[in-house]
């Protein structure tokens, strides 16, 4: 933890305690503390809100300004794009049309940051710094009106999982790894929440003005290897319930913590998660219960990719049928979301990318007519925001992103 996060936290722990003394107890010697003590906020970039309230809050200014839009439409850009010459394109993408959101990664899949922390940082081991200045990127997102979302990779590290071996998931004094390769750390250690809500917390006071928390959930499949593997349950041991609720716990959780943590930062706070955790009670062995979730954030972020379904819905392939997935999925979602009391947005990930595992002849092609036809499918069912997904950031050219206006 840097030293300017530190101070921040000794501001605001001292402002909670200052605000339950009685104020005739004050004399010149509080003046002269809360004299200081003003100083340091200002000194920390801090902003006093709603002094109405009983107790007077602080939130971090990063002293950037924007406005959130009409609807967030955004599109994915990885750190290689966010910090190279692909950034102006895909800046102009943006500018020249009705998108108007970027969702850059600052933690990637791997585990690396894509930025270089301050001197001295725990996280410096980590940095792949494609992005060598990012409040000066942000400068220029700002000055063109496009809204910032950092994405930070949370449970998905294969970089924490090799350095910490008892953060992650062993079998046969090994790092488990999944098919593909890649390592998860473990949801039940509160150690793994703090590592990554301290580079979300770096990211916000770089003046993004939401986190959004990928992989927040136990790796696919974890209910049928849990006992093969060899990790460590935490204060959660202790627990008198089954082993899958313990997992949807653990994950609702960290949730719920990572926007208490963000909490003196005028951020927003979102999360995604798999589609088809909105169309049954929950998923246990992923630890997933949408409902759950989403009363935590502020932002739910189905990622309802059609070609991520099997056949669903009544559909038998449903990378085909794009507009009739979406509409089918946006019913479900729609009905889960209006029996919360604390409903957040939906902005579901749409496809903007082929699919050719899914075929053994031509792949289904995706251009203007499947992406228009996803983002209608969500406006006819009052959704209006959305993220667009490519991982190479190759995003098709000359679409309507608000084919209902």
Known sequence: MGKKLKWMLIVASLLLISCTVPLHNANAADEEKKEALMLTKKELGLKKLDTSQPAARFMFNSGLNFEYPDAVRGIYVTGPSAGGKKM????????NSDLNAMVIDIKEDHGNITFQPEKGSPYADIAEPFIDDPKKMLKTLEEKGIYPIARVVVFKDSMLAEKRPDLSYTKNGKVWVNGRGEAFVNPFLKEVWEYNLDIAKQAAEMGFQEIQFDYVRFPEGFGNRDSVLEYDQGEYAELEMEEVQKRVKAVTDFVAFANKELSHYDVDVSVDIF???ATIPEAP???QNFS???ENVDVISSMIYPSHWGPYFGISKPD???YRVIDEYAKVENEVLSKLENKPTSRPWLQDFEAPWLYSGATKQY?????EAQIKALEENGIHEYLLWNATNNYTSNVDYTPMN
């Open 285 to 287: 062995n992923i630890g």
């Open 275 to 277: 589609g088809y955790s």
């Open 367 to 371: 251009g203007k007519a499947e992406v």
């Open 320 to 322: 085909t049928e794009p």
């Open 88 to 95: 102006s394109e895909l800046t102009k993408l943006v500018e």
């Open 292 to 294: 759950k979730i989403s």
